[in-house]
């Protein structure tokens, strides 16, 4: 069993990064960080893939997504 990852990790990442993300490049670091297989959970949900997780951290505003 896959052990899940509070999205808070995540956005601990996005903010000492301090790097810009599309969509398609945080999920490829979220993948590489974490693993394929990775599940994530927030205080809203859980069981969430890389793509949901990256959903929900943008519809609250916690991922804003680079145009570049």
Do not use: P, W
């Not at 790097?19 to 949900?45: E, N, P, V």
């Amino acid at each position: 069993m896959n052990q899940s990852i509070h999205g808070h990790q995540v956005i601990e990442i996005l903010e000492k990064s301090g790097k810009a993300y599309t969509k398609q490049t945080l999920k490829a670091m979220i993948l590489k960080t974490f693993g394929d297989s990775a599940r994530f959970h927030t205080c809203m949900g859980s069981d969430l893939t890389v793509d949901q997780l990256i959903d929900f951290l943008k519809s609250k505003g916690k991922f804003v997504e680079s145009t570049y």
